[in-house]
């Protein structure tokens, strides 16, 4: 067995970007900033599957000094991470997320968050929202941070 663990922040866009978690669009919220679509949950759960493998990290696989990675949806990352996890010998046991962020809330998303993860990974996974209290960045709805961990199997 293996365990990972995936971080992934990012603050919120100024323009019109729709937000994406999880593969999720959330309407009615800003989105995210960064090189891909920004989806903060996709990408700790990509880290946190590479880290466990020995695979290295996703800025190593997906550097955002590469055009081709612009705007990416970062669900086909989280696919292709997948794919080198299991090529490289291992099965993905279950994923466990926490969503840190004052808005949007998690709760209504959960569900189809859940299952668009657990159709890439091919496991069980669990979404949590949590808020950080008005305490730092996060807590001033400045951004939406992730925590993943993930168990692998031989």
């Known amino acids: 067995m293996r365990i990972g663990q995936g971080f992934d922040i990012h603050r919120f866009a ?3 970007r729709p937000l994406v978690l999880a593969g999720v669009r959330i309407a009615g919220e800003r989105g995210l900033q960064g090189h891909s679509d920004a989806d903060a949950i996709a990408h700790a759960v ?3 599957l590479l880290g466990a ?9 997906f550097p955002d000094t590469d055009p081709q990675w612009k705007d990416a949806d970062s669900m086909h990352i989280l696919r292709q991470v997948v794919a080198k996890v299991i090529a490289a ?7 466990d997320v926490n969503v840190i962020c004052e808005r949007p809330k998690i ?3 959960r569900d189809a968050m859940q299952a668009n993860l657990g159709a890439v990974v091919g496991a069980p ?3 949590k929202g949590r808020r950080a209290e008005g305490l730092g960045s996060i807590g001033r709805a400045e951004g939406i ?3 993943a961990v ?5």
């Open 53 to 61: 493998a020995g695979l290295g990290d996703i800025g190593q696989h």
């Open 150 to 154: 993930v168990l692998l199997t031989a």
């Open 145 to 147: 941070a992730c925590l």
């Open 89 to 95: 010998g291992w099965h993905v046991a279950n994923v």
């Open 46 to 48: 990509s880290d946190a």
């Open 125 to 127: 996974v669990n979404v």
């Open 14 to 16: 100024d323009d019109d």
């Open 107 to 109: 709760a209504p998303h």
